[in-house]
Each structure stands twice: as C-alpha cells, then as structure tokens.
C-alpha cells in the first residue's frame, strides 16, 4: 500500500489518466494524431515509473537499506 501513496506513482497515475483522455479525445474527434500521441504518452509514463523505481530500489540495495 506504501508504494500507492508515493508521490512517483500518483504523479505516473496522473499522466496516464491525462494521457488516456487525451487519445479517446483524438479517437473521438476523428485525429489519429492525438490519439497516437495520447496512446504515446501513457506508455512513456508507465516506463518513466517503472525506471524511477528500479533506480530508487537499486540505490536501497547498494545502500543497504533495502525494503
């Protein structure tokens, strides 16, 4: 539950859900663009997360300090 209130994952959670909306708006107004822009962006944002958190959990092992 920890990990769910840190402020990486709600700012991830965050452009995902902005990013969604923003390729059903493209999806609904007809531009591919925007949708493949939207369709993009969630992907980048879940990589940005998951990189963030393997340096995070590499810098606790190195320091010992792991969870």
């Known amino acids: 539950m920890k990990r769910f209130k840190s402020r990486k994952f709600l700012i991830s959670a965050a452009a995902f859900l902005g990013s969604l909306g923003t390729g059903i708006a493209?999806?609904?107004?007809?531009?591919?663009?925007?949708?493949?822009?939207?369709?993009?962006?969630?992907?980048?944002?879940a990589a940005i997360y998951a990189g963030c958190e393997a340096y995070v959990d590499a810098a606790a092992v190195d320091s010992g300090s792991a969870e």
């Open 26 to 45: 493209g999806l609904a107004t007809d531009q591919p663009e925007i949708a493949a822009i939207g369709t993009a962006c969630m992907v980048l944002s």
